[in-house]
């Protein structure tokens, strides 16, 4: 079946510094991948949509400029934390459909950032 | 207004008993599906089951089928014969129009936290 992985699975930095997530799909080729984020026993929220080669969609209320995304080839999307601070803690996920006739979104283990 | 509503914070059901976890949504495109997702306490998204608006028929995979009732606009989610390893937070999702060149985001519900006791 399709694979998403993601790294870090776990990341803890300082208040003020950038930390980088990598959403990679495995064995197949993504047209847009999505990153979504979670807080604790809550459910997921969508930040933005990420298409190849152009720039991304943001929901409303997601800061295009904090997080910022990129979908530089069929099998990468990275989504950056700029000037991270504690409230930015949280469960990131990414998730990837690009399979022609599959309907299902698939997803990655996720990154657990925590901003001290 | 919410568009996934699980009314369920949690749920306990025992080893081998049946168990529903309802889900209900509010749209007004004809076109949309309905997904299942389980996430186990490691935290991964697992797809469980699929429905389009339509499909005639009930989605059944397994040990999970999704009792589909549009007019009420509800499709609950059904696992049969429980096991240990299906606890776990169970998430209802909607992607609203076409497969092909609709809208691909997904709307989640905030969840059932189901419990299967030995």
């Known amino acids: 079946g399709a694979v998403v992985s993601q790294h870090p699975s776990r990341v803890i930095c300082k208040s003020g510094t950038s930390v980088k997530i990598e959403c990679r799909s495995l064995d197949f080729q993504a047209t847009t991948m999505f990153w979504y984020r979670q807080f604790p026993k809550q459910s997921l929220m969508l930040m933005a949509t990420s298409n190849e080669g152009s720039k991304a969609t943001y929901e409303q209320g997601v800061e295009k400029d904090k997080f910022l995304i990129n979908h530089a080839s069929l099998t990468l999307s990275t989504l950056t934390v700029t000037s991270a601070h504690p409230e930015d803690s949280s469960f990131y996920i990414c998730?990837?459909?690009?399979?022609?006739?599959?309907?299902?979104?698939?997803f990655g283990p996720g990154t657990r950032l925590t901003v001290t | 207004a919410q568009k996934i509503t699980q009314t369920q914070p949690g749920m306990f059901v025992q080893e081998k008993e049946a168990v529903t976890l309802d889900c209900t949504y509010d749209?007004?495109?004809?076109?949309?599906?309905l997904f299942w997702y389980k996430q186990p306490s490691s935290g991964e998204m697992i797809f469980l089951i699929y429905?389009?608006?339509?499909?005639?028929q009930n989605a059944t995979e397994g040990r999970y089928s999704l009792n589909f009732q549009k007019a009420r606009k509800s499709a609950n989610l059904v696992i049969s014969a429980s096991q240990l390893g299906d606890s776990a937070m169970y998430f209802c999702?909607?992607?609203?129009?076409?497969?092909?060149?609709?809208?691909?985001?997904?709307?989640f519900g905030k969840g059932t936290k189901l419990t299967v006791n030995p």
């Open positions: 999702a909607m992607r609203e129009g076409q497969i092909q060149g609709g809208s691909e985001k997904l709307v």
């Open positions: 998730s990837a459909r690009g399979l022609a006739g599959v309907i299902e979104q698939y």
């Open positions: 749209t007004s495109d004809p076109s949309y599906g």
């Open positions: 429905q389009g608006s339509y499909d005639q």
